[in-house]
């Protein structure tokens, strides 16, 4: 909840001020122009690493390979490219760092790191709290061997049916 109230209160607050300052100093006109030029800077850059990224993923896809990697950095280019066209310089700054390379592959490497740790936690599994190895987030497994019908016996259950479809004067069930 903190995090929302910066996004959508404080910074758009920064940013106004920030600009005000700018714009004091260099003035209004080369304020917007320094502005739009880094938005056009920052969209060719966005789109020049998001074809590269693009690129290795299919590569990696050609080899039967997970482009996980390429995945979460694709969804920070996209990310960057909002922040870079969005006005103001300290979205520009967050922007640009989502863009190159270098910053890239290192959040890129914390977000995949926090993920692993949240999805694939120690201790989790069937009778465990959440949902973790052999668990559904919707209750037991349907592979759990406990879920199957099973008598005492360890001998499945059989049942019967009836086919229906001819008396389905509609064909639907064909």
């Known amino acids: ?17 920030l600009l005000i300052n ?3 100093v260099i003035g209004g006109w080369n ?8 938005a056009f800077i920052g969209a060719y850059f966005v789109k020049r690493e998001g074809v590269s990224t693009l690129k290795t993923a299919q590569e990696k896809m050609q080899r039967n390979e997970v482009p996980g990697k390429e995945l979460v950095e694709g969804l920070m280019l996209v990310v960057a490219g909002i922040l870079l066209v969005t006005p ?3 979205t520009d700054i967050f922007g640009f760092l989502l863009a190159m390379p270098g910053s890239r592959h290192f959040f890129a490497a914390q977000v995949s790191k926090h993920m692993k740790m ?3 936690a120690p201790g989790m ?3 465990a709290s959440g949902f973790g190895q052999g668990q559904s987030p919707f209750g037991q497994s349907p592979f759990d061997e406990r879920s ?3 008598n005492a016996d360890g001998d499945v259950f059989e049942g019967e049916y009836s086919d229906r479809t001819t008396n389905d004067p509609d064909k639907r069930l064909k």
Do not use: Q, Y
């Open 1 to 17: 909840m903190r995090v929302l109230f910066i996004l959508f209160a404080l910074l758009p607050i920064l940013e106004i001020a």
């Open 22 to 24: 700018v714009g004091s």
């Open 31 to 38: 304020t917007v122009g320094l502005v739009l030029l880094s």
């Open 88 to 90: 103001g310089f300290i």
């Open 118 to 120: 949240r999805v694939v």
């Open 125 to 127: 599994g069937p009778g």
């Open 148 to 150: 199957r019908s099973h």
